[in-house]
């Protein structure tokens, strides 16, 4: 079964998120710090991480940037903090996700869930075309389709569509999604993503009423939708 280790220096949290995640069959694993987080990450095989923010020691940004040192476990942060800037540093350490307190569990469970359905794996098992209803994307090709119509999209807006599709329910922020299109050495204005996103939707016929592929997370970024 997969394993959960919650990160949290709340015992009460705790326990409470543990027995939600227990009742769905998780095993779940526990750390009241950073240090002792990275020691339970280092000597057990973990699935998901639901780190929080501020723990003693050290605290989830560091631990988040430790872990993704070695390993690209699915890391899911909790935070009581509003500010923007928090969550946006947490996903550009390499979080997967975010809640803030509070939250509901059952919440929290579903995006558990919703990593576990996507697992990371190696390149050569990733699958080569993705369907989302009548959506078909073809990796290989590069080609985006909705039933026999096949779009026009740009290449900026192709690799947009694709990074967020291959991995459904993962917030990705706009630094992120600079990086992987744009590359490391832009310097410009980080809200082009904004504009490309708005057309990707367009192409996708968002705007007509359909199926929405793309959502939007305020203050945070865009992630696929999961289900």
């Not at 027995?19 to 000597?43: F, M, N, P, R, W």
């Not at 869930?113 to 009548?134: E, I, M, W």
Request: aromatic share 6%.
């Amino acid at each position: 079964m997969p394993t959960i280790l919650i990160v949290e220096d709340e015992k009460p949290l705790r326990d409470l998120v543990r027995a939600y995640l227990e009742k769905e069959q998780y095993i779940v694993l526990e750390a009241a710090d950073g240090k002792s987080a990275l020691e339970v990450h280092s000597t057990q095989k973990i699935d998901v991480v639901v780190l929080d923010l501020m723990i003693p020691y050290l605290d989830g940004i560091e631990v988040c940037r430790r872990i993704r040192t070695t390993s690209d476990v699915y890391i899911i942060m909790l935070t009581a903090k509003a500010d923007e800037v928090d969550r946006v540093v947490g996903l550009e350490v390499g979080a997967d996700d975010y809640l803030t307190k509070p939250f509901s569990p059952r919440e929290l469970v579903a995006r558990v869930r919703a990593c576990l359905r996507r697992p990371r794996g190696t390149a050569s098992a990733q699958p080569k075309v993705l369907r989302f209803d009548n959506l078909v994307i073809d990796l290989d090709g590069q080609s985006i389709r909705i039933g026999d119509e096949i779009l026009s999209v740009t290449a900026t807006e192709y690799k947009l569509i694709a990074m967020l599709a291959s991995a459904p329910g993962r917030l990705f922020s706009r630094m992120q999604l600079l990086e992987h299109v744009w590359g490391t050495n832009y310097y410009g204005d980080d809200h082009v993503v904004d504009v490309h996103i708005a057309n990707a939707r367009k192409k996708l016929h968002e705007d007509s009423g359909s199926l929405r592929y793309i959502e939007t997370v305020r203050g945070a970024g865009y992630r696929w939708r999961s289900a």
